[in-house]
């Protein structure tokens, strides 16, 4: 079973920065989005940014300018870099890949069990 772990995640002041990572146990055969969703507290899952397999991105308005997406295909990796993090910004985080497996014929979805990131003001 492939896992996806997060780290990075903390307690920290508004105005400071973090770096989430998220590494995959396996190695995919072949690699499509990758992305970075949060939940606050009462609140829905919502998408943060995403890089496809041609490293375009998307990001959601409240994050642009502020946060960055990036992935290592060979090392299975996404990375988000958070600048200027905002107390709204608090919430669990979580990594989602799409791939595929060696010997799999399908693309299925992957997640992250969340790293909490909580700014406080």
């Known amino acids: 079973q492939v896992q996806l772990v997060e780290s990075g995640g903390g307690l920290v002041q508004a105005g400071e920065s973090l770096r989430l990572s998220c590494a995959a146990s396996?190695?995919?055969?072949?690699?499509?989005?990758m992305g970075w969703y949060r939940q606050a507290p009462g609140k829905q899952r919502e998408l943060v940014a995403a890089i496809s397999s041609d490293g375009s991105t998307i990001s959601a308005d409240s994050v642009k300018g502020r946060f960055i997406i990036s992935r290592d295909d060979a090392e299975n990796t996404v990375s988000l870099q958070i600048t200027t993090l905002k107390p709204e910004d608090t919430a669990v985080y979580y990594c989602?890949?799409?791939?595929?497996?060696?010997?799999?014929?399908?693309?299925?979805?992957?997640w992250g069990q969340g790293t909490q990131v909580s700014v406080s003001s």
């Open positions: 396996e190695t995919f055969y072949d690699i499509r989005d």
């Open positions: 989602h890949v799409r791939a595929r497996r060696w010997r799999v014929s399908a693309d299925l979805d992957y």
